[in-house]
């Protein structure tokens, strides 16, 4: 029998906001493992590796140049019977690595069953008829855009930022402050559903602004950004709101320098703005609005390329879906954020244990996918994955290893990608230099067990 331990060939894709050449992590992953006429560019943006079997870009077993797809279609061994079943023989996930030099747009992804309309009504710019909550886990440092502020904190700029009332339009400014006074943190159900309408009321208002208008808006708001950056200072406010006023000046400015007059420039009055360090995680679940802003990140999806468009695009926009469709859930950032735990599925080996080394595992609440992140801090250091019954994608960011399958082992290293089959006990290990006092050798690894998620779906 074929031992389930294949090395991917992963592609990378060129969208105009991806970081450029050398500065893509996406496209030095694909460098270590692209056919022989890739070489990577120091013009060109590369944006996002892609790892599944997704026909856009399909993954291919680097020795055989067979697609992953096609594996795992003749042997449904590799994925699980039940497993390939229910996906009808493709992987459950799509699993990438992004390189945001520029914005990604203002977006959010269908539920299932908007989804299933949209794809029937409109099947070129909405190409499948999945579901598509994703998570996203920074590998650099991080910047997005992520559901709805506080109530206070849209109250606060409506009031501060005038060209971002002139758009909105006074009336309606009034009439949603009137509503959510003294109820912006009431958690009763009713009330929160009233301040919902209200958000989406202004909101939407905002939306439909004409592109004379928000250019027209837009100079003014730039002038504010460079003259007094205090404009945007939390005064009317008790609470902190991020990013500070010269970091939120600055966003202004670059943003509106790579995407001149655009509404994009005004939803960041209703967004919470993130930043995540490495290691850090946030879980999009269906209908979230949210954009990228700049970072290297690892993402993990369903399986399909449904976004509906707002802002930040030169792509296809959906206003009207996309006012209708979002949840109008507005929280702290803090409660969009994950809390990824240890993973009890790995065991450590000693060397592992006495260097702090840890696999700890990001596990939304769908069960398409999890992502356990390994580091292992010294040569040596070793993690034991049990079998699970279903399939798995490694990818290795930082260090080199090996990692083996039974009787195989192969080399690892940044940028190496492997597809493990299900119920494979697979181990990897730190085989670094073992000269510095830190030799980190980092993986993440993506993957699917329906296994005691039965009862959870998502959200909708
Ligand atoms: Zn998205």
């Known amino acids: 029998m074929q031992i389930p331990l294949l090395r991917l060939q992963c592609g990378v894709n060129s969208y105009d906001w991806g970081k450029l050449g050398q500065e893509s992590a996406a496209a030095k992953y694909a460098a270590t493992t692209a056919s022989s006429d890739f070489s990577i560019e120091n013009e060109k943006p590369y944006a996002e590796l892609w790892m599944g079997t997704h026909p856009s870009l399909p993954s291919k077993d680097l020795e055989t140049q067979r697609t992953l797809l096609d594996l795992v279609q003749d042997n449904q061994a590799l994925m699980s019977t039940e497993i390939t079943e229910r996906y009808g023989g493709k992987l459950p996930f799509l699993f990438k690595v992004l390189s945001i030099r520029k914005a990604l747009s203002i977006q959010a992804h269908p539920n299932k069953k908007l989804a299933e309309q949209l794809h029937a009504k409109d099947p070129r710019n909405y190409p499948d008829d999945n579901h598509k909550p994703e998570m996203t886990i920074a590998i650099t440092p991080f910047e997005g855009l992520c559901g709805f502020r506080p109530l206070a904190q849209i109250v606060h700029f409506l009031k501060a930022v005038d060209p971002l009332r002139n758009l909105v339009g006074h009336q309606v400014a009034s009439d949603f402050e009137e509503t959510v006074k003294g109820s912006e943190d009431s958690e009763e159900e009713a009330v929160v559903s009233k301040n919902k309408d209200a958000l989406r009321a202004v909101f939407t208002s905002l939306m439909q602004s004409s592109p004379e208008s928000i250019e027209a808006a837009t100079?003014?708001?730039?002038?504010?950004?460079?003259?007094?950056?205090?404009?945007?200072?939390?005064?009317?406010?008790?609470?902190?709101?991020?990013?500070?006023?010269?970091?939120?000046?600055?966003?202004?400015?670059?943003?509106?320098?790579?995407?001149?007059?655009?509404?994009?420039?005004?939803?960041?009055?209703?967004?919470?703005?993130?930043?995540?360090?490495?290691?850090?995680?946030?879980?999009?679940?269906?209908?979230?609005?949210?954009?990228?802003?700049?970072?290297?990140?690892?993402?993990?999806?369903?399986?399909?390329?449904?976004?509906?468009?707002?802002?930040?695009?030169?792509?296809?926009?959906?206003?009207?879906?996309?006012?209708?469709?979002?949840?109008?859930?507005?929280?702290?950032?803090?409660?969009?954020?994950?809390?990824?735990?240890?993973?009890?599925?790995?065991?450590?080996?000693?060397?592992?244990?006495?260097?702090?080394?840890?696999?700890?595992?990001?596990?939304?609440?769908?069960?398409?996918?999890?992502?356990?992140?390994?580091?292992?801090?010294?040569?040596?250091?070793?993690?034991?994955?049990?079998?699970?019954?279903?399939?798995?994608?490694?990818?290795?960011?930082?260090?080199?290893?090996?990692?083996?399958?039974?009787?195989?082992?192969?080399?690892?290293?940044?940028?190496?990608?492997?597809?493990?089959?299900?119920?494979?006990?697979?181990?990897?290990?730190?085989t670094g230099s073992g000269e510095a006092d830190e030799d980190v050798f980092t993986t993440f690894k993506a993957f699917c067990e329906l296994t005691g998620k039965e009862d959870m779906v998502n959200g909708h």
């Open 219 to 430: 100079k003014d708001l730039v002038a504010a950004a460079e003259s007094s950056p205090a404009t945007f200072a939390s005064g009317g406010t008790d609470q902190e709101i991020t990013p500070s006023p010269r970091e939120l000046a600055e966003l202004v400015t670059r943003l509106n320098g790579q995407f001149p007059n655009d509404i994009g420039l005004f939803v960041l009055f209703f967004l919470n703005y993130v930043k995540l360090s490495p290691g850090e995680a946030m879980f999009l679940k269906a209908d979230d609005i949210h954009a990228y802003i700049s970072g290297d990140i690892i993402e993990c999806m369903a399986s399909s390329d449904n976004v509906v468009r707002a802002g930040f695009t030169p792509k296809f926009k959906d206003v009207d879906t996309l006012t209708k469709m979002l949840t109008y859930s507005y929280a702290p950032i803090e409660e969009q954020k994950m809390d990824p735990t240890d993973y009890p599925y790995a065991m450590l080996n000693t060397v592992a244990y006495t260097s702090s080394s840890a696999a700890i595992l990001y596990d939304p609440p769908i069960e398409e996918f999890s992502v356990v992140k390994t580091d292992l801090n010294r040569t040596g250091a070793k993690a034991t994955f049990d079998p699970i019954p279903g399939p798995s994608i490694f990818i290795c960011t930082e260090g080199k290893g090996k990692i083996s399958v039974g009787p195989k082992t192969e080399e690892i290293k940044e940028g190496y990608v492997f597809f493990v089959g299900a119920d494979a006990e697979c181990i990897i290990e730190n």
